[in-house]
């Protein structure tokens, strides 16, 4: 039954999305004789949608927590899905300070691709791992995801800032290096886009490989053996583990074995796995990329700058401001304080260089800097809202890459 509220939930947001994309470019008709009331029509009704689709969403969220016996955030299926509830929460919180229809535009789809993104993972309940049989568990990852939601809706309003003033006809050395960072970003959205379709593709299709590795285990005895494990591939392996035996293999493309095995520094039998993700990633992500700049002839950025005429960009370079003045304290608290009190009780030490904890650091390092250029040396604009962007795509990282791509004690979050 949970599922089921998640997928209305899911349908909701892509309408509220609608709503708001017809509220920002339905209001620039010649033909229209209010524009402003039409505006104002159309983001309340996208506003109302997204309401819906967010009560439906915490209800799969509680009936979840009902089913499983514990809060749905063990995972990287329950954790993601939840990030994706938390940064619509935040964006209705902004929203009715601000009421700019356009910052739906931009917020809608983030947390929309984090909810596809999340359904490519397992999704039966499991039962919870020792190390997270604790109430910091609720504590500790509700308030990192909400001050990370927050950073969300900034990255949002950064990157409409941008659009804005980047001037895409310069030719100056400045103006093509902003105009790269704008369309950077832009692929690196289409390129979790495209590994959300492809695996929902292959999926789909039913297609299927599967690999053998020797990995080094260790016992309850402190004593290492040697086992075999196997690793499946949903997407066509183009690379497999290291030093693997190939087990079975669906032929794709006329490719009947892997073009090449994962180097020897990648540790454990699901690297190969994760590293063919990442490739896969990028190439599907380029192309998509690709297929788009044939349609529209131009830069993406260049395309998309249309839709932000009329909206005050002083208005825009507040909401981002003020989205991640609210979200650093409370990811300071979650993913700082609250992990470091966890951490003590289940390993017996506040700070251990675990992979998930330097990036927690390093994305509030970055954040602190963001404030502190904002307020003492007046870095406010563009220069406000590159920095909105990159360390919305360095908390990305932190959430997929080291997740998913980095071994630690965080690394069955990615299973």
Known sequence: MSSTFLLIAFIVY?????????????????????????AKRWGFIG?????????????????RWAEGGHIPTSNMYEFMTF????????????YLIYRTPALGVFAMPVSIIIIAYASVFPREVQPLIPALQSYWLKIHVTTAALGEAFFAVGFAAGLMYLLQNVNFGGTSKADRREQRGVEFTIFTLLMII?????????????????FVSDVKMTDINN?????????EYVLPPIVKPYQSEQLEMKPFLGMTEPLFEAPSWMEGANAGRKFNTVIWSVLLGTLLYALIRLVVRKPLGRALQPTMRGIDS??????????????????TLG?????????????????????????????????AVYLHL???????????????????????FTLIGVNLVIAGLHSYSGT
Not at 83 to 94: D, P, T
Not at 381 to 389: C, D, E, F, I, T
């Open 14 to 38: 892509a309408l509220a999305l609608l709503g708001f994309v017809i509220a920002v470019t339905g209001k620039k008709s010649v033909q229209e004789a209010d524009p402003e009331g039409f």
């Open 83 to 94: 990030l994706g509830m938390m940064i619509v929460l935040a964006f209705i919180v902004v």
């Open 47 to 63: 506003f109302i949608l997204t309401v819906i689709g967010f009560l439906c969403h915490v209800t799969f969220f509680f009936t």
């Open 335 to 367: 993913a700082l304080i609250f992990a470091m009190i966890w951490a003590h009780e289940a390993w017996g030490r506040f700070w251990g260089w675990d992979p998930k904890e330097v990036w927690a650091l390093i994305v509030w390092l970055f954040y």
């Open 194 to 210: 495209s590994f959300v379709v492809a695996i929902f593709g292959f999926n789909a299709a039913g297609y299927k490989a599967t």
């Open 374 to 396: 904002r307020l003492s040396r007046g870095w406010q604009g563009k220069k406000s809202a590159w920095l909105s962007v990159i360390g919305f795509l360095v908390v990305m």
């Open 223 to 231: 004593v290492e053996q040697v086992v075999k494990q196997n690793v």
């Open 314 to 331: 002083e208005d825009v370079d507040e909401i981002g401001y003020r989205a991640i003045a609210i979200g650093y304290p409370i990811f």
